[in-house]
């Protein structure tokens, strides 16, 4: 069986879901995010989807249910559409990228960009009404949430970073140069 895994990593705002979605339409292939999984979870119990919440929310299904439970929905969905490429958006766990190197050959992109580029972009966003009206001391202070705090850790793992303090154009340059590399 064949298996495209791209993992996308990076902060909030750096350029993740413009990344997946960019190579999702490129090589025909689907997206996948732990977040919407714990985004139906909030859901159902009326709770205010927020960055807060749902990264509360992920600690809570990891830490009582097993630090796997996102690593086996992702395995489950590779399994289920083994031969479409597939990109992993916001994945912020070593545990789950090392569980999926386990298994399957992954790539990993982590994208970054500088405070200021991510701030202005998650107050531009339409998709996540509650950042657009974040504050930069609120965007400051979400920075020490526990989803963000192996993104360092990450970046050093990545088989490509790329900085996007630009455009999207310059962005699509960047990842149509490293796939045409690696593939």
């Given amino acids: 069986m064949q298996h495209n895994i791209y993992i996308i990593c990076g902060p909030s705002g750096a350029g993740k879901w413009t990344t997946c979605d960019y190579l999702a339409r490129k090589m025909n292939g689907l997206i996948w995010r732990p977040s919407d999984l714990t985004r139906e ?3 159902e119990f009326s709770i205010a989807d927020t960055r807060e919440n749902l990264s509360k929310m992920m ?7 097993t630090p796997d439970i996102y690593v086996y929905a992702a395995k489950e969905y590779i399994e289920k559409h083994h031969d479409t490429p597939i990109f992993f958006d916001g994945i912020r766990k070593i545990h789950f990228i090392k569980r999926l190197q386990e298994s399957y050959d992954c790539k990993i992109i982590f994208l970054d ?3 200021r580029i991510r701030y202005d972009r998650l107050t531009d966003r339409w998709d996540k ?3 657009s009206e ?3 001391e609120q965007f400051l202070s979400d920075e020490n949430l526990e989803s963000e ?8 793992l990545a088989d490509m970073v790329i900085e996007n303090n630009s455009t999207k ?3 699509f340059d960047q990842i149509d ?3 045409m590399k690696n593939a």
């Fill in 134 to 136: 974040m504050s930069y």
């Fill in 59 to 65: 600690h809570i299904l990891r830490n009582r249910f």
């Fill in 177 to 179: 140069t490293y796939i």
């Fill in 149 to 156: 705090k192996e993104n360092n850790t990450i970046r050093e």
């Fill in 113 to 115: 960009a500088t405070l």
């Fill in 129 to 131: 009404s509650w950042e």
């Fill in 169 to 171: 154009d310059e962005l």
């Fill in 41 to 43: 979870v909030l859901r």
